[in-house]
């Protein structure tokens, strides 16, 4: 009998850890597993990405104890094998509903940001005052109570074990990026002029619009870029932070050559007619744009953050890292880039090179194994 696999967020709007779930969702055996899809609200642009046959359930909530009751009641009447949720919040919720439930599903938490930083990150003022003082107590407490835990770099695995102290059921397992879907998407046409002029070097960043990308480092660093030489710098994504980065661009003087260019489908295309990708985040949980613009044969300057980047680019072998918050290293990295094109040649080879690390089909062959693991001590 096929066991009952089920994913949970709190919606689909788009970021790196909604991507992972659509690419496991999709790729997961479904000879073996029966795979659902749980959300908060049933939301976001990722929802057409998943596979017509996997049923996605809305539990109508948002709020912790709207999600903590509905989820009380879905173990309950549905009673899945395996539940895999994903954010310290959402994460907490699922194992105190388990708790309450009564029932014998094995949970699988997942990590995809430094648990140590989440009151850097968090949004509003409440929240970092909750993460800062609260989450640390809630994780030592709930997170020794998943069945297993999934970090998707050793940087957050480690950091996890040193603030909750859980360790014997932590795994690692990087991301499900490439599949064979990227390189088809490369191929379509960009239509924008800010592409056909090959004269003029196009600087990409794609994330969303929120603090913890530090896209001001980006903007001062593109700053002290055109002071030396002529570019263009494109950002793809959408978020809170939009207008108030607006604003810097326009306090800046920037206006005529920075483009925001919003949310994109298909980001890909972009990114394989950029002269260079830039991250320039405080913290990525792994950093799943790196590995597409390296798949995308771009070469990429990533900030050194913790936990992700420095685990995929070797310094000055498959891209360039920097220090974080630093506008000038920054410029000087991407300044070198756009100047020295053997050195952009060898980036773009060796950052291919690296992608085809980080499939899809790696990445799910090593959640079944957590999957089996967990069916067999059941």
Same mark, same amino acid.
């Given at each position: 009998m096929r066991k009952k696999i089920v994913f949970f967020l709190p919606s689909f709007e788009p970021g790196g850890t909604e991507r992972n779930v659509v690419n496991l969702v999709n790729h997961i055996n479904k000879e073996r597993y029966v795979v659902s899809l749980v959300l908060g609200k049933k939301e976001g642009d990722f929802i057409k990405e998943v596979e017509s046959g996997i049923p996605i359930i809305s539990l109508n909530a948002s709020s912790s104890i709207g999600l903590l009751f509905a989820l009380i009641r879905y173990f309950n009447s549905q009673k899945p094998d395996i539940f895999i949720s994903a954010f310290?919040? =959402?994460? #907490?919720?699922? @194992?105190?509903?388990? #708790?309450?439930?009564?029932?014998?599903?094995? =949970?699988? =938490?997942?990590?995809?940001?430094?648990?140590? $930083? @989440?009151?850097? =990150?968090?949004?509003?003022?409440?929240?970092?005052?909750?993460?800062?003082?609260f989450m640390p107590l809630l994780g030592r407490l709930m997170y020794p109570r998943a069945d297993s835990i999934v970090c998707v770099s050793r940087g957050i695995a480690d950091d996890l074990k040193k603030v909750v102290g859980v360790a014997s059921n932590i795994k690692v397992i990087y991301n499900p990026v490439i599949d064979d879907n990227i390189y088809q998407l490369v191929n379509e046409p960009v239509h924008h002029t800010l592409f056909s002029n090959q004269d003029m070097p196009v600087i990409m960043a794609v994330g969303r619009l929120v603090k913890c990308k530090d896209y001001p480092t980006l903007l001062k660093a593109f700053k002290l870029i055109i002071q030396k030489q002529p570019a263009h710098l494109v950002i793809l994504g959408r978020g809170p932070e939009k207008e108030t980065l607006e604003g810097i661009v326009g306090q800046m003087g920037l206006v005529s050559q920075v483009t925001f260019l919003?949310?994109?489908?298909?980001?890909?295309?972009? $990114?394989?007619?950029?002269?260079?990708?830039? @991250?320039?985040? @405080?913290?990525?949980?792994f950093g799943n744009v790196i590995i597409e613009a390296m798949a995308c044969g771009t070469p990429v300057v990533s900030t050194n953050c913790p936990a992700g980047p420095g685990e995929i680019i070797e310094h000055m072998s498959n891209g360039i890292l920097v220090p974080v918050g630093d506008e000038k290293k920054l410029a000087e990295a991407i300044l070198e880039v756009l100047n020295k094109p053997a050195l952009a040649i060898r980036f773009s080879r060796e950052g291919r090179a690296t992608a085809e690390r980080f499939s899809v089909q790696k990445s799910v062959a090593e959640y079944e194994k957590v999957f089996q693991t967990l069916i067999h001590n059941q």
């Open positions: 310290p919040r =959402i994460n #907490i919720v699922s @194992l105190v509903a388990k #708790i309450f439930s009564g029932a014998a599903t094995k =949970i699988v =938490i997942t990590e995809h940001s430094v648990f140590s $930083m @989440l009151s850097v =990150i968090a949004k509003t003022p409440w929240r970092r005052t909750f993460a800062r003082f919003g949310f994109q489908d298909n980001p890909y295309k972009y $990114m394989s007619k950029a002269s260079v990708f830039v @991250l320039s985040s @405080l913290q990525e949980g």
